[in-house]
Nanobody, 120 residues
């Protein structure tokens, strides 16, 4: 089992950058695929990015390609989401999640979320 705690959210102007962090508890962090999701007001939660256990494979939602970068530091039990060129439509609560398999399976563990607000 793993517990996830996000941080790094806040208010930023359009065009700015933020780096979100997700700290995980437990000794098995390095075995999990990690992901970022977001939920905007009145909308369903959507996938943003994922990274495999070693950090060698990543994937992104189309809206994040070229602007967002997911990375991880297994020594620090932390996954990051670097967000550049932020747009007002990126405003959402961002959640960190973990699962066992990169290509399949459910996201078993979730953090409590961190709020990102992008002003125009």
């Amino acid at each position: 089992q793993v517990q996830l705690v996000e941080s790094g959210g806040g208010l930023v102007q359009a065009g700015g950058s933020l780096r979100l962090s997700c700290a995980a508890s437990g000794r098995t962090f390095g075995s999990y695929t990690m992901g970022w999701f977001r939920q905007a007001p009145g909308k369903e939660r959507e996938f943003v990015a994922r990274i495999n256990s070693s950090g060698g494979s990543t994937s992104y939602t189309d809206s994040g390609k070229g602007r967002f970068t997911i990375s991880r530091d297994n020594a620090k039990n932390t996954v990051y989401l670097q967000m550049n060129s932020l747009k007002p439509e990126d405003t959402a609560v961002y959640y960190c999640a973990a699962k066992n398999n990169y290509y399949a399976g459910n996201w078993a563990y979730w953090g409590q979320g961190t709020k990102v607000t992008v002003s125009s």
